[in-house]
C-alpha cells in the first residue's frame, strides 16, 4: 500500500517537471516559394538562449523580446532596400554609391532598382559569437536578370528592331566611333527590355542569396548592428554586371547579316556596302580565333 503511494507521488512529480520547461524558440510564419516549393522556416534565438527549468516566464517574455528587437532592426534595413532608391540605401547601410553600384551601362541604376523593388525575404535563426555579438540570417530571392537578358537575345523580332541603328553605323563607317555608340545604345536598351519584362511581372524568374546582419552589445544593454548582408553589393561583385549580357563574335556576324538584309529590303543601305562590312567582321572573328 505504502508502495504503491509512494510510486504515484513519483509519477505527478515527473509530470508536474516536464510540463514546467519553457520553450525558448519561437516561430513566426513560415513562406513558401511558389517556384521553388522551398519552405523558409523564420526562427529567432536569443544569443545566450539556455534551457533553465527554473526561470520565470518574464525572463522568457524578455529574451523573446530581444529577438524581436533584432528582427525590427533588421526590417528597418530591409525595408529601405526594398526600395530601390540608392541615396536611401547609402544613408541607411552607410556606404558608398562605389560600394553597390557599378555603372557599366547606361542604365545601371534601374538595374539596382529593379532588382531590390522586386525582392522578397525570410529572416532566418539567430546564432550567437559568444556574449556579446550575434547573426540574424536572412534570405532574400531577387531576378535573375541575366535569364531574362538571354530570352530577349532569342527574341529575333525585337533584336532586329533594336539593332538597326548599329547595323547602318556599321555600314557607313566600320567601327568607327558612331557605330561604337550605336553598340552601346543597342546593348543598354537590350537590358532596357529585360528590365521592362521583370517590372511588368512577364519574368518572374529568381535567384536566391543569403547573408546576416551582425549585432554587438555595447556594454549598455544596447544591442547596435554592425553588419549588413553582403547582397546589398551584389551589382559590384563577382563581375555581376558584365556577366549580365554578352553577343558573341559570331552571334554579332549573325545579327548583323539578317538586320542588315532587311536594310536592304527597304532600300536604306545597298548589297555591296552590307557585303564589305559583313567581310570585314568575318575578318575579325577568324583573327580572334587564331590568337
Known amino acids: 500500500m505504502i508502495a504503491s503511494v509512494l510510486l504515484a507521488i ?7 517537471s516536464l510540463g514546467s520547461l519553457p520553450s525558448r524558440t519561437t516561430t513566426d510564419s513560415s513562406v513558401s516559394d511558389p517556384e521553388t516549393s522551398e519552405v ?3 526562427t529567432y534565438r536569443h544569443p545566450l538562449d539556455t534551457v533553465d527549468p527554473n526561470e520565470s516566464t518574464a525572463e522568457t517574455t524578455e529574451e523573446s523580446g530581444k529577438s524581436k528587437e533584432f528582427k525590427d532592426i533588421s526590417e528597418e534595413y530591409m525595408k529601405v532596400l526594398q526600395t530601390g532608391d540608392p541615396t536611401s540605401v547609402m544613408e541607411k547601410f552607410r556606404i558608398s554609391s562605389g560600394d ?79 557605330a561604337i555608340d550605336a553598340y552601346a545604345n543597342m546593348v543598354n536598351n537590350i537590358l532596357l527590355e529585360a528590365l521592362r519584362r521583370i517590372n511588368e511581372g512577364e519574368f518572374t524568374e529568381k535567384t536566391i542569396y543569403s547573408g546576416y546582419f551582425s549585432f554587438h552589445d555595447n556594454g549598455d544593454g544596447d544591442w547596435v548592428c554592425v553588419a549588413t548582408p ?46 564589305e562590312c559583313l567581310s570585314k567582321k568575318q575578318k575579325e572573328i577568324v583573327e580572334e580565333d587564331s590568337q
Request: charged share 20%.
Open 10 to 16: 513519483l509519477l505527478v512529480s515527473s509530470s508536474c
Open 40 to 42: 523558409f522556416e523564420t
Open 100 to 178: 553597390f553600384l557599378a555603372p557599366i551601362f547606361a542604365c545601371y541604376v534601374e538595374i539596382f532598382t529593379t532588382l531590390f523593388t522586386n525582392m522578397d525575404y525570410n529572416f532566418g535563426a539567430l546564432s550567437s559569437k559568444g556574449y556579446t555579438e550575434c547573426d540574424l540570417d536572412v534570405t532574400c530571392r531577387i531576378p535573375n536578370v541575366k535569364a531574362c537578358v538571354d530570352l530577349v537575345l532569342a527574341d529575333e523580332d525585337f533584336m532586329l528592331e533594336v539593332s538597326r541603328e548599329w547595323v547602318l553605323a556599321q555600314v557607313n563607317g566600320y567601327n568607327s566611333q558612331a
Open 230 to 275: 553582403d547582397f546589398v553589393r551584389v551589382c559590384n561583385k563577382d563581375d555581376y554586371m558584365w556577366k549580365l549580357i554578352y553577343l558573341d563574335p559570331v552571334d554579332e556576324y549573325s545579327l548583323m547579316s539578317s538586320t542588315g538584309a532587311v536594310l536592304v529590303s527597304e532600300g536604306t543601305v545597298n548589297q555591296k556596302d552590307l557585303d
